[in-house]
């Protein structure tokens, strides 16, 4: 199974070939790499993944690739965890709990 990178810092102007070309001049086969763009207005976020090709180390790219400049900025990498779905996350589900007479007790 191939192994997938998460690339934070990037440059606004880094196309998914110049993150391809970046991560296979510093000695790791590429088999695809994406910039991730906003979906409503198309520019970049600032990161992107990097699928590397079968048989390539992931702890060796990621000591070889963390910290490298790339257009006057220092890149972040790690290894891609798997996207969460749907709209779960840390901050629970009960967002307007106490607001309101709705469900409140009261003495009669």
């Known amino acids: 199974m191939a192994s997938k990178l998460f690339v934070g810092n990037l440059p606004r102007t880094v196309t998914d070939s110049d993150l391809a070309d970046f991560v296979s001049k510093a000695g790791f086969q590429v ?51 798997p996207q969460r779905t ?4 840390s901050r629970g589900g009960a967002g307007g709990r106490g607001r309101g007479s709705f469900g409140r007790k009261r003495d009669y």
């Open 31 to 81: 088999a695809s790499a994406q910039v991730i763009r906003d979906k409503m207005t198309g520019d970049p976020k600032g990161f992107g993944f990097v699928e590397l090709a079968e048989g390539t180390d992931l702890q060796q790219a990621i000591g070889g690739l963390n910290g490298q400049m790339l257009q006057d900025r220092r890149l972040t990498v790690n290894e891609a965890r």
């Open 86 to 89: 749907g709209f779960s996350d």
